[in-house]
């Protein structure tokens, strides 16, 4: 390990010899050391054996980039094998091109903003686990137009909702199942933001008190003619709806499960 200032000082013969000699030696080892060298240049290497990390001196020698680990393969980066792509920005920048991940791989996207984004994340063996994980957001996946083939069940969480005065309005960017449990006669309103393809189950159910269901003008039953529900305490239905524009759902009722 070696590091050295690079000025080559003035001596006797055998002195700036030795001089040289660990000018080169820091050279050969890029300024490997446990702390930073005393004297730093613009592009300077620096081997932190301290972290054992490669790092690279900024343009205006004020700072260190920390370009790999220093002891794994390819200084723990990505090689044209395992990632094909244009350009890769670690910050601010677009990727573009395509990456293949091994098994139990994961891709993290950290500290986003605007957490909406469109992406096809690809898998070339479906058997192997993947996860997909946004730290501490909320988050949208789009882009998904492709025949996806699902191996384990997949569930929709049922989101509750309640009626005020006398009508419900469930919102359909919640989730595809819902549950409401009557307190009042209540009318089932148009939901809010339908998109026409959104399929789910409302369950409905009675409290002590028979309550009657009415329905909005976008609710479209088989023969036109609007269902009663079940009136029994504690009584449970079961509505299976498809919405075919974002002015008609087409509904079914089941009725007078326990």
Known sequence: MATHDYV???????????DLNN????????????????????????ADTNTATLKLRDSSDSSWITVGALGSANLGLLTTSSASSTYMAKAGGTFTGAVTLGNAASLVFEGATDNDFETTLAVTDPTADRTLTLPN??????GLAITQSFTKAQRGTITSFSSSSGTATP??????NFSITLSENTTLANPSNLTAGQSGVIFITQDSTARTLAFG???DFSGGNPPTIST????????????RTTTSIHATLL???S
Do not use: K
């Not at 080559?8 to 030795?18: E, F, H, L, Y």
């Open 8 to 18: 080559i000082a003035n001596g006797t013969g055998s002195a700036v010899r030795s």
């Open 255 to 257: 009725t007078n499960f």
């Open 217 to 219: 003008s976008y609710w």
């Open 23 to 46: 000018a080169l030696a820091a050279i050969v080892s890029n300024n490997s050391s446990s702390t930073e060298p005393a004297t730093t240049y613009a592009y300077q290497w620096w």
């Open 232 to 243: 029994g305490s504690g009584a449970v239905d079961a509505l299976a709806y498809a919405v």
């Open 137 to 142: 957001a909320t988050s949208t996946l789009a």
């Open 171 to 176: 919102d359909f960017a919640a989730a595809n």
